[in-house]
C-alpha cells in the first residue's frame, strides 16, 4: 500500500487550499492523511470524504512526529501567524528526521523580490522568506509554491459594488497592480506536485499572464530554480 500524503490546514473553510487538495488527491485515488488543528464537524467532513483524519499542532515535536511517521510526501501550508517561522523549522527538523522525500512548501509571491539585502516592511512577508531559507538550509527535497494574491480575500469581499456598477475590479491600490489568483487553481498545482520527482528544488510562481486590477486574471505558471 503507498504511503499517505499528508496534508496540513485540510479543515480550512470550504474553497481553501488544504481542504481543496485533499478533495483532489482522493479523487485520484490517493491515500491522503488529513492534518487538522482539532475535531469538528470540519474533521468529520474530511473522514465523509475519505481522508485519514489526524489532529496535530504544527508547534509541537511530539504531535508532528505522529503525524507525519510513515508519510514520504507532504503539503504544509500555515495561515498568517507570528509563529509562522517557528511552525516551518518544527515541521521541517520532524520532516527530515522522519525522511520525507517530498516536501511542498506554500509561500507567497512577494518573496521573489526578496534577498539579503532587500526587504519589506511587512512582518508576515520577512517571516515567510526567513522560513523558505530555513527550508533550503534544511537539505529537505522542498518544492516552494509562491502564488499571488488570493482572489478570495479582499478582491471577492470589497469588489461587489464595483463589479455590479462597471463590471471592474477596483480597489485602493493607486497605480499598483496585481493578478490574483483563485484558492482552487493554487490547489490544482499542489495536487499535481506530489508526484515530486521533476519538481524538487523548483519555485513555481503562480499568477495570471498579466497584472492588471481588471478583467479576469488565468493563472500561468512559471518555473524558476
Excluded at 490517493?30 to 504544527?58: F, I, P, S, Y
Excluded at 527535497?141 to 475590479?169: A, K, M
Amino acid at each position: 500500500m503507498a504511503s499517505p500524503i499528508l496534508v496540513t490546514g485540510a479543515a480550512g473553510r470550504v474553497g481553501g487550499v488544504g481542504r481543496t487538495v485533499t478533495e483532489l488527491l482522493l479523487k485520484q485515488g490517493k491515500t491522503v492523511r488529513a492534518m487538522v488543528r482539532k475535531e469538528d464537524e470540519r474533521a468529520q467532513a474530511l473522514r465523509d470524504m475519505g481522508a485519514q483524519v489526524v489532529v496535530g499542532n504544527l508547534l509541537d515535536l511530539d504531535s508532528m512526529s505522529r503525524v507525519i511517521a510513515g508519510c514520504e510526501t507532504m503539503y504544509f501550508g500555515m495561515s498568517v501567524s507570528d509563529a509562522y517561522l517557528a511552525a516551518t523549522v518544527n515541521v521541517a527538523a520532524v520532516a527530515k528526521h522522519r525522511g520525507v522525500k517530498a516536501f511542498i512548501n506554500m509561500s507567497q509571491m512577494t518573496l521573489s523580490q526578496m534577498s539579503i539585502t532587500e526587504t519589506t516592511a511587512s512582518p508576515q512577508h520577512k517571516l515567510h522568506w526567513l522560513a523558505e531559507q530555513a527550508l533550503n538550509w534544511s537539505a529537505l527535497p522542498v518544492v516552494h509554491v509562491r502564488p499571488t494574491v488570493f482572489l478570495e480575500g479582499f478582491f471577492l469581499i470589497f469588489t461587489s459594488d464595483s463589479v455590479r456598477e462597471s463590471n471592474q475590479i477596483r480597489l485602493p491600490f493607486g497605480e499598483g497592480k496585481t493578478s490574483p489568483v483563485a484558492m482552487e487553481d493554487v490547489a490544482r498545482v499542489v495536487a499535481l506536485l506530489v508526484n515530486p520527482q521533476p519538481h524538487i528544488s523548483k519555485i513555481y510562481h503562480l499568477t495570471g499572464p498579466r497584472r492588471t486590477l481588471n478583467g479576469p486574471c488565468p493563472v500561468s505558471v512559471r518555473s524558476t530554480h
